[in-house]
C-alpha cells in the first residue's frame, strides 16, 4: 500500500470565536468520507494530492473508464483500502460506458449521462455509496443526508438504494424541481425518503450544514453525500483522466468546458490538473445562478 493521505478542515485557519473553534486535527479519508464536513463547518481536502504520471495516463487508452477509476482511486486510497478492494468498487460501480463522441474537429462532448439515472452525479455517487459500505462500521447504521436541485438527489438515492446499513434522507426545494425529478426522488423507495422543503436549494444545504453541527444529532452517525463530500469529489476526478487518456497525444494541453451549478465537478477537474492531467484552460459555464461569476 501507498502512504495514507490525511485530510484537513478549510476552516482550520479561522480565527476562534465565539461558539466557533477551528479544527486542527488531520482525518484519514475513511474519517472524512464518514464525517462529511468538518467539525468547523469547514470542507476536508487532501494535505496533498498525489501525482500520475503521463505514461501511467497514457497506459489507459483504448481501455474502458473503470481502468482509470482503478488508477486515480489507488492514488489517493491506496493507503487505506487494498487494490482488489478498490477493484471491485471500480468495476460495479462504472458497468457503464462514458462515450466520448466528436463534435467537430477535435471538439468532443463527455457523455456522462449513462448511468441509471442519466446525470453526471451518477458517477460520483455511486462510488461514494459503495466506499461507504465498505468502511463504515457493520455495529452502526448511518444516515446519509443531502441536499439537492434535482438531479443530485436521485443519483445519490439510486446509488445507495438497498445498501444494507445505511438510511438516505433527500432534502429538495418544493417547487423549484422539474416534474420528472420530483417523480424520481419520490419514488425511488426502500432506504430512500425524499422531503420537500419549502425554500431554495441554499435553505435545504443550510439544513444540511446545520444538522451536522447540532451535536445533539451526534448519535445518528449522519453522512454527507452532497459535494461538501470530498468523497464526491474523488470520483469526478476520475473521467477528465480517461477523456485526456482516450483523445491526447501524451503531453498535449487540453481544455475543459464544465457546465457548474455548486462546481464540484470542476473541481474534480482541478484536481486532476494538480495530479499532473496537462489542463490548459479550465472554462466553469454557469446560468442565471450567477453568484460566483459576480464574486469574481
Given at each position: 500500500?501507498?502512504?495514507?493521505?490525511?485530510?484537513?478542515?478549510?476552516?482550520?485557519?479561522?480565527?476562534?470565536?465565539?461558539?466557533?473553534?477551528?479544527?486542527?486535527?488531520?482525518?484519514?479519508?475513511?474519517?472524512?468520507?464518514?464525517?462529511?464536513?468538518?467539525?468547523?463547518?469547514?470542507?476536508?481536502?487532501?494535505?496533498?494530492?498525489?501525482?500520475?504520471?503521463?505514461?501511467?495516463?497514457?497506459?489507459?487508452?483504448?481501455?474502458?473508464?473503470?481502468?482509470?477509476?482503478?488508477?486515480?482511486?489507488?492514488?489517493?486510497?491506496?493507503?487505506?483500502?487494498?487494490?482488489?478492494?478498490?477493484?471491485?468498487?471500480?468495476?460495479?460501480?462504472?458497468?457503464?460506458?462514458?462515450?466520448?463522441?466528436?463534435?467537430?474537429?477535435?471538439?468532443?462532448?463527455?457523455?456522462?449521462?449513462q448511468g441509471p439515472t442519466a446525470s453526471f452525479n451518477d458517477f460520483a455517487a455511486r462510488m461514494m455509496a459503495r466506499l461507504m459500505s465498505m468502511v463504515r462500521d457493520p455495529e452502526k447504521r448511518l444516515n446519509v443526508l443531502v441536499a439537492t436541485s434535482g438531479d443530485t438527489g436521485s443519483a445519490v438515492?439510486?446509488?445507495?438504494?438497498?445498501?444494507?446499513?445505511?438510511?438516505?434522507?433527500?432534502?429538495?426545494?418544493?417547487?423549484?424541481?422539474?416534474?420528472?425529478?420530483?417523480?424520481?426522488?419520490?419514488?425511488?423507495?426502500?432506504?430512500?425518503?425524499?422531503?420537500?422543503?419549502?425554500?431554495?436549494?441554499?435553505?435545504?444545504?443550510?439544513?444540511?450544514?446545520?444538522?451536522?453541527?447540532?451535536?445533539?444529532?451526534?448519535?445518528?452517525?449522519?453522512?454527507?453525500?452532497?459535494?461538501?463530500?470530498?468523497?464526491?469529489?474523488?470520483?469526478?476526478?476520475?473521467?477528465?483522466?480517461?477523456?485526456?487518456?482516450?483523445?491526447?497525444?501524451?503531453?498535449?494541453?487540453?481544455?475543459?468546458?464544465?457546465?457548474?451549478?455548486?462546481?464540484?465537478?470542476?473541481?474534480?477537474?482541478?484536481?486532476?490538473?494538480?495530479?499532473?492531467?496537462?489542463?490548459?484552460?479550465?472554462?466553469?459555464?454557469?446560468?442565471?445562478?450567477?453568484?460566483?461569476?459576480?464574486?469574481?
Amino acid at each position: 500500500m501507498s502512504a495514507m493521505i490525511r485530510y484537513y478542515s478549510t476552516n482550520r485557519n479561522l480565527a476562534p470565536g465565539a461558539g466557533f473553534a477551528p479544527f486542527w486535527k488531520t482525518v484519514s479519508f475513511r474519517e472524512a468520507l464518514l464525517m462529511g464536513q468538518a467539525p468547523d463547518e469547514g470542507l476536508f481536502m487532501p494535505e496533498m494530492v498525489p501525482p500520475l504520471p503521463m505514461d501511467e495516463i497514457m497506459a489507459l487508452k483504448g481501455k474502458p473508464c473503470r481502468e482509470a477509476a482503478c488508477l486515480v482511486a489507488g492514488r489517493f486510497l491506496g493507503g487505506e483500502l487494498d487494490a482488489d478492494k478498490l477493484r471491485w468498487i471500480s468495476e460495479d460501480a462504472y458497468n457503464f460506458d462514458v462515450p466520448l463522441e466528436q463534435v467537430l474537429d477535435r471538439k468532443y462532448v463527455m457523455r456522462l449521462d449513462q448511468g441509471p439515472t442519466a446525470s453526471f452525479n451518477d458517477f460520483a455517487a455511486r462510488m461514494m455509496a459503495r466506499l461507504m459500505s465498505m468502511v463504515r462500521d457493520p455495529e452502526k447504521r448511518l444516515n446519509v443526508l443531502v441536499a439537492t436541485s434535482g438531479d443530485t438527489g436521485s443519483a445519490v438515492g439510486e446509488a445507495f438504494k438497498g445498501v444494507p446499513g445505511i438510511e438516505v434522507t433527500i432534502l429538495y426545494p418544493r417547487g423549484e424541481v422539474s416534474g420528472r425529478q420530483k417523480k424520481q426522488l419520490d419514488t425511488i423507495g426502500q432506504n430512500v425518503r425524499a422531503i420537500s422543503v419549502d425554500g431554495k436549494f441554499d435553505d435545504c444545504q443550510d439544513l444540511v450544514k446545520q444538522a451536522f453541527a447540532d451535536p445533539a444529532l451526534e448519535n445518528f452517525n449522519l453522512v454527507s453525500a452532497n459535494s461538501i463530500n470530498f468523497g464526491r469529489i474523488l470520483p469526478q476526478t476520475i473521467y477528465y483522466v480517461y477523456a485526456y487518456s482516450q483523445l491526447a497525444v501524451s503531453g498535449e494541453e487540453i481544455v475543459f468546458s464544465v457546465p457548474s451549478g455548486n462546481f464540484g465537478n470542476a473541481l474534480g477537474c482541478e484536481y486532476a490538473r494538480r495530479m499532473g492531467l496537462p489542463v490548459r484552460t479550465l472554462v466553469m459555464p454557469t446560468n442565471e445562478n450567477d453568484e460566483f461569476p459576480r464574486f469574481f
